[in-house]
């Protein structure tokens, strides 16, 4: 076994520096890759939300993050009131917001 690890050392005057400069190369290139395929379409996806979530208005229908369906009525800084049918009103935080389902007719 110790023959194993001794034929696997460098011999000679070799240092084992070109090893370590490939290493770094490979690892600056999963870091690229990783930032193109995760970092970059997550960061997108939540400018998106976050723009979403600052053009709500009355009149939008909204569905939230728990299923609720609902009529925007009232809009604060951080929350919405959704008129959810037979005039029942529920308070909801705006990062609750899911998706605009339809836009406010121009009144």
Known sequence: MIHTFLAMAPQGGQSGGG??????IFFALIFVIFYFMILRPQQKRA????????SIKKGDKVVT???????????????????VG??????????????????????
């Open 19 to 24: 090893g370590m400069f490939s290493t770094l």
């Open 47 to 54: 400018k998106e939300r976050q723009k979403m979530l600052d």
């Open 65 to 83: 993050s728990g299923g609720m369906h609902g009529k925007i009525v009232n809009v604060d800084e951080k929350t919405v009131l959704l008129d």
């Open 86 to 107: 037979d005039n029942m009103k529920l308070k909801f935080d705006r990062s609750a917001v899911n998706t605009v389902t339809r836009e406010a007719s121009a009144e």
